[in-house]
């Protein structure tokens, strides 16, 4: 949403341009002195190419900080340096280019200083003039959900509310005629809602409830999910057409409705996050996209030197790369090209961030190995937009690498690589993290007994309720069949062994229905205190001696590791 910037940022922002002012004026000396040059055709090639440079990154901030003539001109200026440049003979020396060229050019400097000397003369406005920048409201996830359930009193929905109690989500059950729909009241119910769920039936009126005067934007404020007795095409298509975001024939599927509203949950509640790495060596522009970017949830790392960018990338693993394609002495084509030579990289969205318009230009610097071109100067909501939707595609292409197709969450090699990223956080910060490995109890006799299809039903069932019960910190991941590891941060080991169990007893009251018959299944649990290992592997270990020492308990429960357990086997011959 579109929102006057925060003080903090309004304030560094403010500063920032209070410093390219004052860098205007340097660079003002430079240039008219340059100018001055020109017109006694005194020039130099490697004075020539500073001045570029100079140019160049003048083109690609001016704008940015409000002077955009300033850019412009600097622009021109660059382009036609560039040529003569391009078109220095090898052996000349001072006097090129020509007369005629040389006056050309000054003419054009003098135009550049000229407006230079007009903007640095004018004071910066206060603070409370500055521009708005798009700032992202604050992330809800980790709070418990809120879904509305639309009642006309006659259909039955009593269950799925209790099965949706269970998964943790708080319900809210209203009627059409209900108050909170009025007009007053209806901004509130959206603001603290996450989905609604109803009869098909009523789709058309539900949807005039809640809709008020937004009829365009509420699907996406308010997810609407309709229940029907059958999946015929004009019944989908007249959902569809009330604005629905999803239907489910009944008896519906409870995991894969759960899944869909989690769907829903993260594109309303949680901010589009993301790593995004700026190489940059114009500082206050690049400290300009950093606050920019960070003050919409996303976190930056500025690199101004280029030569520092290898080992950056390994310690910031970013999901996004912004990069000017001229760097001092160095390429950015070329910079491209060398993180393209590691394997891990190689699916790393690099979008060169320059004043350079020149379409072929363009292309030819992204065959050098990036994907995308942004032209300098560049507004801070297209800034964000454009990072945010990247970040978020990125993140999606690494979903598929990273996640499981079932279930969503982690897989295995990732969880474990989790596990020991925590066990550094928490040793770093002091704080004590847990390894928690669940194993769904009597997994063999629910395939053997009701196939399996519902075998996966319940995997995905416990996947759900992890992650609705979970913090957003928290990382969760299946690690093999009907086994899950999650990692808890800044929890101890009592407070996880509370919060398990609550997601045990949570899971036990399950049903999952198959025909005219139902079943119930348990979990047991195993906790370990990451810090008290020297290895994340050894967490994991610990926290799977603490399961089978639970299951030989017994099962349906959750144990915390001890130094008794290490010696005993794992062998799991006794069946379990």
């Known amino acids: 949403m579109n929102s006057p910037?925060?003080?903090?940022?309004?304030?560094?922002?403010?500063?920032?341009?209070?410093?390219?002012?004052?860098?205007?004026?340097?660079e003002l000396v430079s240039l008219e002195a340059y100018g001055q040059k020109l017109e006694q055709q005194d020039v130099e090639l490697e004075s020539m190419r500073n001045c570029v440079q100079r140019l160049h990154q003048l083109a690609g901030s001016a704008g940015t900080f409000g002077f955009p003539e300033v850019g412009e001109l600097a622009r021109e200026l660059e382009k036609r340096l560039k040529t003569?440049?391009?078109?220095?003979?090898?052996?000349?020396?001072?006097?090129?280019?020509?007369?005629?060229?040389?006056?050309?050019?000054?003419?054009?400097?003098?135009?550049?200083?000229?407006?230079m000397k007009t903007e640095s003369a004018e004071p910066v406005p206060d603070r409370d003039q500055a521009a708005t920048t798009v700032i992202d409201e604050a992330s809800l996830h980790g709070q418990q959900v809120r879904l509305l359930v639309v009642s006309d009193g006659l259909s039955e929905l009593d269950d799925l509310v209790k099965e949706l109690s269970r998964y943790g989500f708080n319900v809210l059950v209203l009627g059409l005629s209900d108050d909170r729909f009025?007009?007053?009241?209806?901004?509130?119910?959206?603001?603290?809602?996450?989905?609604?769920i109803c009869w098909h039936g009523m789709v058309e009126r539900v949807a005039?409830?809640?809709?008020?005067?937004?009829?365009?934007?509420?699907?996406?404020?308010?997810?609407?999910v309709c229940i029907g007795e059958t999946g015929q095409f004009e019944q989908r298509y007249r959902v569809a057409s009330a604005g629905a975001r999803a239907f489910f024939p009944e008896p519906v599927d409870v995991p894969e409705l759960v899944e869909r509203v989690e769907t829903f949950v993260e594109e309303k509640t949680s901010r589009v996050r993301g790593r995004v790495m700026i190489i940059d060596d114009d500082r206050e522009l690049a400290e300009h996209y950093s606050l920019v970017l960070a003050a919409a949830g996303i976190e930056p790392r500025v690199v101004n030197d280029p030569a520092q960018l290898l080992e950056a990338l390994h310690g910031f693993e970013p999901d996004l790369v912004l990069m000017d394609i001229e760097l001092g002495h160095y390429s950015g084509v070329?910079?491209?090209?060398?993180?393209?030579?590691?394997?891990?990289?190689?699916?790393?969205?690099?979008?060169?961030?320059?004043?350079?318009?020149?379409?072929e230009s363009q292309l030819q610097a992204l065959s050098g190995g990036a994907d995308e071109f942004l032209v300098k100067p560049i507004s801070d909501d297209y800034l964000i937009r454009s990072v945010q939707m990247r970040c978020q595609r990125a993140r999606q292409l690494s979903e598929l690498m990273n996640r499981d197709s079932l279930t969503r969450l982690l897989k295995h090699s990732i969880i474990k690589q989790e596990v020991e990223r925590e066990r550094l956080r928490s040793m770093r910060g002091d704080y004590p993290s847990?390894?928690?490995?669940?194993?769904?109890?009597?997994?063999?006799?629910?395939?053997?007994?009701w196939g399996h299809a519902q075998g996966d039903?319940?995997?995905?069932?416990?996947?759900?309720?992890?992650?609705?019960?979970?913090?957003?910190?928290?990382?969760?991941?299946?690690?093999?069949?009907?086994e899950f590891l999650v990692v808890l941060s800044n929890c101890d080991a009592p407070a996880a062994e509370h919060l398990v169990g609550r997601i045990l007893q949570n899971f036990s009251?399950?049903?999952?229905?198959?025909?005219?018959?139902?079943?119930?299944?348990?979990?047991?649990?195993g906790i370990a205190l990451i810090n008290q290992f020297a290895e994340g592997d050894q967490a994991i270990e610990a926290a799977d001696r603490a399961l089978y020492a639970r299951k030989r308990a017994g099962r349906n429960g959750v144990m915390i590791y001890d130094q008794s357990m290490a010696g005993r086997s794992l062998s799991p011959a006794d069946g379990f």
């Open 434 to 449: 847990c390894a928690v490995l669940l194993d769904i109890d009597h997994f063999k006799q629910v395939n053997d007994t």
């Open 5 to 26: 910037l925060q003080d903090p940022l309004a304030d560094r922002l403010h500063a920032l341009k209070q410093r390219f002012v004052e860098r205007l004026k340097v």
């Open 334 to 359: 070329t910079l491209a090209g060398m993180i393209r030579f590691h394997a891990r990289w190689l699916s790393l969205p690099i979008i060169y961030l320059s004043a350079e318009d020149d379409l």
């Open 509 to 525: 009251e399950l049903e999952f229905a198959v025909g005219e018959q139902a079943f119930q299944v348990t979990f047991s649990a």
């Open 208 to 224: 005039r409830q809640v809709s008020g005067h937004h009829a365009d934007a509420w699907p996406y404020l308010m997810p609407l």
């Open 84 to 115: 003569e440049v391009e078109h220095w003979p090898d052996n000349a020396g001072a006097g090129h280019p020509g007369a005629e060229a040389c006056t050309g050019l000054a003419v054009q400097f003098r135009a550049l200083v000229a407006r």
């Open 457 to 482: 039903v319940v995997i995905r069932a416990l996947a759900n309720l992890l992650r609705n019960r979970l913090r957003e910190s928290d990382a969760i991941g299946r690690y093999g069949g009907e």
């Open 182 to 196: 009025s007009e007053t009241n209806r901004a509130a119910l959206l603001d603290n809602v996450a989905t609604a």
